[in-house]
């Protein structure tokens, strides 16, 4: 995604490469998606409003300084826009990364939804700046007419304004509320960033536009992003498209040489004697239907059940290793920035959560207990646009975290299907082999990653939920209890056992360390299931 048609490249050094030089290109073509509907089509009706997604650029400005990695960023205007098309506005990204990007254009299907602006406004100029650079930037707000919204940019080398014909604004009511996301680029005041919608997750109208927005000594412009008014799942893909958009992208997994601790299926979890507990009737658990049929539905985590191993300890030791030849890939399919994108949420399950590991300055040491719960709920999300069917990123959820990483950050095997790894025991998400340290200094809890057994989980994975596609979402999905027991052990105690051989500033390290931990981490309970976390209808965090 990304071609560049260069305006001006004249780097200070000669011959620098800089990776943004490069678009970035997935290492296996994209294949042809299964017709129907509106995915994947090029163009989406906003109702009034019809957008399309522009990967190729004319350069206009750059800087070699400044930004992630000190390499600067480079600002770009759409290119070859579709007939009938305007520009809305400019994109800018770092020069650490290969280009890719996709920026929406606007085509007027209602009458007034576009009009130029009455005006522009110069929100800051390069001209006093000692960096590398080429030529001078200037960055121009348009000023809209009474009833629209600016949603862009303009960036010249002039320090004439630009034509009023060279960009549109939209119609206030076809526009929504947008916040300042990743940080671009900043220097002398001016601080660059992308945008995205304020209102995000699947009821969400906000549209998302690829646009940057600049903030001068603190003061960003207003810019709105777009809204999709119909509201509709038009150009969401349809079951047969999910599947092979999910064949083209499924992750492959890789756990740690050490692992013990390997996602099952839950019908295995259940069909190896999972037990349903109820309060006041400790005494008389109920073992767990295949299908989970007999779970509790609906309600809250009121504490009224909870699951629990066997209680045989060789059934119980079995069922914690899991059952990694058939573990099975749980997938919720849902609308992002007003049904422009899908994410595909993928779930595993681990019947057991092992124990954490500190690491104290040099020194690497098991917590006892502390860490180890039943039930272990992970995830990670692809995010796909739906005007033509590519993977933007991946997000890497690690216990009460996470993060996103675009597709040229991401590892890739077997063509387009990127690789996650699940820390050792805590089974968090990470986008790299590593120690991936969860705390501050030379002190932390490690989720050590590396190449162990891998799984393809588009070998095994089965949608379970997507509201517009009317999935029937199995019992155990609405299950809202805990699926695991309170744990009882005594944190105390497995600390002194750890802090015996630690000297006394270091004992006060690890009892901060782990007073700080979240309740998914120290393993005090057992967690809910997907439908009941914040993601499950919202945006991812970060």
């Not at 906003?46 to 480079?74: M, N, R, Y």
Request: contains cysteine; glycine residues 10%; negative net charge.
């Amino acid at each position: 995604m990304g071609n560049i048609n260069s305006r001006s490249s004249n780097h200070d050094d000669a011959n620098v490469s800089l990776p943004i030089d490069t678009p970035f290109r997935f290492p296996s073509p994209l294949p042809t998606w299964p017709s129907g509907q509106g995915f994947a089509s090029g163009v989406i009706d906003l109702g009034g409003l019809e957008v399309s997604q522009i990967s190729s650029f004319t350069k206009v400005w750059a800087s070699q300084e400044g930004g992630p990695d000190d390499l600067g960023a480079t600002f770009f205007e759409p290119s070859n826009l579709p007939n009938g098309f305007f520009m809305l506005g400019s994109y800018s990204q770092p020069n650490n990364l290969p280009l890719f990007g996709g920026l929406l254009v606007g085509k007027d299907s209602s009458g007034d939804a576009l009009k130029m602006p009455a005006d522009y406004t110069l929100v800051w100029s390069s001209e006093k700046l000692k960096i590398k650079q080429d030529g001078v930037g200037y960055i121009w707000l348009p000023v809209p007419p009474e009833g629209y919204k600016s949603i862009g940019h303009v960036v010249t080398t002039s320090p004439q304004k630009p034509s009023l014909d060279k960009i549109r604004c939209v119609r206030s009511d076809l526009t929504d509320v947008s916040e300042s996301d990743d940080w671009i680029w900043g220097n002398d005041g001016l601080n660059v960033y992308s945008s995205r919608p304020k209102d995000r997750g699947i009821k969400g109208q906000g549209v998302s536009t690829g646009a940057f927005v600049a903030s001068n000594n603190g003061a960003a412009d207003s810019l709105a992003c777009l809204k999709n008014v119909k509201n509709d799942s038009s150009a969401m893909p349809n079951l047969n498209q999910v599947q092979a958009l999910f064949q083209a992208y499924s992750p492959l997994y890789y756990f740690h040489p050490d692992e013990q601790y390997y996602p099952s299926s839950v019908t295995w979890f259940f069909q190896n004697g999972v037990l349903l507990y109820t309060k006041g009737q400790e005494s008389a658990p109920v073992l767990v239907q295949p299908d989970g049929s007999n779970l509790p539905q609906g309600g809250s985590n009121d504490g009224a059940f909870w699951l629990d191993l066997p209680t045989d300890n060789s059934a119980k030791d079995r069922v914690k290793n899991g059952d990694f030849q058939a573990a099975t890939a749980y997938l919720h399919i849902k609308p992002m920035f007003g049904a422009t994108y899908t994410d595909i949420a993928l779930w595993l399950f681990y019947p057991f959560n092992g124990p954490a590991r500190a690491k104290i300055e040099f020194i690497t040491m098991p917590l006892g207990k502390i860490g180890q719960h039943v039930g272990d709920w992970e995830h990670v999300t692809l995010r796909i646009s739906n005007f033509n069917g590519e993977l933007q990123g991946v997000y890497f959820s690690q216990h009460s975290g996470g993060n996103w990483v675009s597709a040229p950050q991401l590892e890739f095997q077997n063509g387009n299907k990127p690789v996650a790894y699940s820390s050792l025991h805590g089974h968090a998400s990470y986008s790299k082999p590593g120690q991936n340290m969860q705390g501050s200094g030379n002190i932390g809890i490690r989720n050590d990653t590396a190449k162990g057994q891998v799984m393809d989980t588009g070998a095994n994975y089965s949608v379970v939920a997507g509201e517009y596609l009317k999935i029937v979402e199995p019992a155990w999905l609405n299950y809202a209890r805990e699926w695991g027991p309170k744990i009882s052990y005594d944190i105390a105690k497995e600390l002194q056992k750890v802090e015996r051989f630690l000297p006394g500033k270091l004992k006060k390290a690890v009892e901060k360390l782990v007073k700080n931990l979240p309740n998914e981490v120290l393993g005090e309970e057992g967690p809910t299931g997907p439908k009941f976390k914040d993601m499950w209808n919202g945006d991812e965090r970060g």
